[in-house]
């Protein structure tokens, strides 16, 4: 049973740093393509960025970049997001994804195979 589950998210100042994980579990992590989405309220949910099975990047979203990292250790079965320098418009639901297809067949239609639950965000200003 596949099961990816966030955590590391919270309350900040803007201007501040969270590291939010995707622990996943049930399948071969190191096969999946791995996608971070957040969801604001009132707001359609939008891709963050995606990451290749071997760690590589892509599909920034442009308010992101310079700003978040993307990263994975499949050996800890683990997705990361470092968010630095936050913003309150970056206030949201952070939800990860992963699919065994690669990255075109679902990343900008959203529609992966798994999801997590979510982890909130609330950036302050």
């Known amino acids: 049973q596949v099961q990816l589950v966030e955590s590391g998210g919270g309350s900040v100042q803007a201007g501040g740093s969270l590291r939010l994980s995707c622990a996943a579990s049930?399948?071969?992590?190191?096969?999946?393509?791995m996608g971070w989405f957040r969801q604001a309220p009132g707001k359609e949910r939008e891709g963050v960025a995606a990451?290749?099975?071997?760690?590589?990047?892509?599909y920034w979203n442009d308010s992101v970049k310079g700003r978040f990292t993307i990263s994975r250790d499949n050996a800890k079965n683990t997705l990361y997001l470092q968010m630095n320098s936050l913003k309150p418009e970056d206030t949201a639901l952070y939800y990860c994804?992963?699919?065994?297809?690669?990255?075109?067949?679902?990343?900008?239609?959203?529609?992966?195979?798994?999801w997590g639950q979510g982890t909130q965000v609330t950036v302050s200003s």
């Open positions: 990451c290749y099975p071997g760690g590589q990047s892509t």
């Open positions: 049930g399948y071969t992590f190191s096969r999946y393509y």
């Open positions: 994804a992963a699919d065994l297809r690669p990255l075109g067949a679902w990343y900008h239609q959203m529609n992966a195979n798994y």
